[in-house]
């Protein structure tokens, strides 16, 4: 009993002191230490089983005025509507991260991984896929990754490219879709996957005082919390290949959440029913960042699509099978340029695109073959002290 009233004390001084305060950026050297630190403090201090917990990270103060005038000239915002309706702008900016060393080296390196079959009955190393997808979207700067990740589409070649832009069959897919609640559980245990996933929350839930429905009216916060999420079990990606009715969602239903379901589909209406996070990425795709005029904003606040339920894509399709002629339009441009078919059994939209430059100079292809514990306070004063000397170190 003296114990934890000894405990508990220490505790309400260190709620005092300015480490609670604390917080990490991300991408930091000692990221990961930081989290351990930040949610030792913060777990000791409460249940940890918030449906909102706040973001250990430092807040978003910066805008993307420079990147959202890029994204509008890729676009082809303001040129003759015809030629930019035939541009698959995924495309260009999968080019466009081709020309740029880092860029090139970090997504050949994920497209490797997550593309080798390690068995038949294992498609990938899922592991480390999602590290390699992390390296990626964490080290390569915004102007590339948000150009491949939310680029505007006109047609289903072009939005099926950017569904693939994480290689979903090894990074998000699975052979069952668990419960939404058990993977946020899951992921809550994980001090960098629950860090990502209170970021998002703080940065993408929807506000209704604002005008772009997002905090602060703030798309660079979104966007940048929701591409940190990708590499981690919650990872989040686009359900179908629809051009633009814009659904995102982790890989999990709300099956089997008996007295739970209503909190399991709030949770999953953040993805998928989000008007923040679709207006953000909207906003990208066109170009129209708030800044660039925020008396006379050029895009309007969209209401939620219904979200429609279409057959998935089976397994065996390969590029050569009658999909429609926009999927087959864009694996011909690609072979127009001399490369190899692929012939994965995935539609991976062309992959000859993506692995050719993997060696450079060479034309070979790869073939592709329940919730958080509680804190227990006097643990989490060995552990801050623990990792606070190691931080020093």
């Known amino acids: 009993m003296l114990a934890n009233k000894e ?5 309400e001084v ?28 913060h777990l000791g201090l409460t249940e940890g089983e918030e449906f909102y917990e706040a973001s250990p990270y430092e807040p978003v103060t910066s805008r993307l005025s420079d990147i959202f005038r890029l994204a509008s000239i890729f676009s082809g915002t303001g040129a003759d509507p015809a030629v930019s309706a035939k541009s698959n702008h995924c495309l260009d900016a999968a080019k466009a991260c081709n020309l740029n060393d880092n860029c090139k080296k970090l997504r050949s390196s994920y497209i490797s991984i997550c593309n080798r079959e390690i068995s038949p009955t294992e498609r990938c190393n899922r592991r480390k896929c999602h590290k390699a997808l992390r390296q990626f979207f964490d080290r390569v700067p915004s102007e590339y990754t948000y150009r491949m990740l939310f680029c505007s589409c006109q047609d289903q070649a072009c939005a099926e490219r950017r569904r693939q832009t994480i290689l979903p069959s090894c990074s998000y897919e699975d052979k069952e879709k668990p419960n939404c609640l058990d993977l946020r ?7 960098l996957c629950r860090s990502r996933l209170a970021d998002f929350h ?66 999953l209406r953040d993805f998928t029913e989000n008007p923040c996070l679709r207006n953000a990425i909207q906003a990208f795709g066109n170009g129209t960042d708030v800044n660039l005029s925020p008396k006379n904003p050029s895009f309007q606040a969209t209401q939620a699509p219904r979200v429609e339920k279409t057959p998935s894509l089976p397994d065996d399709l390969s590029d050569s099978t009658s999909l429609g002629t926009s999927v087959i339009t864009t694996c011909t441009s690609v072979q127009e340029q001399g ?3 692929n012939n994965s059994k995935e539609l991976s939209m062309c992959f000859t695109e993506l692995t050719t430059n993997i060696i450079p100079g ?8 329940s919730g958080p514990r509680r804190a227990i306070p006097s643990a989490a004063l060995t552990a801050v002290s623990f990792l606070m000397l190691k931080l020093t170190l």
């Open 7 to 11: 405990c508990q004390a220490a505790l």
């Open 14 to 41: 260190l709620q005092e002191s300015p480490l609670y305060d604390c917080r990490c950026k991300r991408g930091m050297k000692k990221e990961l230490q930081c989290l351990q630190i930040y949610w030792s403090i």
């Open 185 to 191: 559980g899951v992921c809550r245990t994980d001090h």
């Open 202 to 267: 703080a940065n993408c839930r929807a506000s209704y005082q604002t005008l772009t429905s997002c905090p602060a009216d703030n798309y660079q916060a979104c966007l940048g919390s929701y591409a940190g999420m990708i590499g981690f079990d919650m990872t989040p990606n686009y359900v179908d290949s629809s051009p633009t009715g814009i659904v995102v969602s982790p890989w999990c239903s709300c099956r089997g959440s008996g007295n739970m379901e209503e909190e399991c589909e709030k949770f």
């Open 339 to 341: 490369l190899k078919a």
């Open 362 to 369: 060479s034309n070979k292809v790869i073939k592709p073959n």
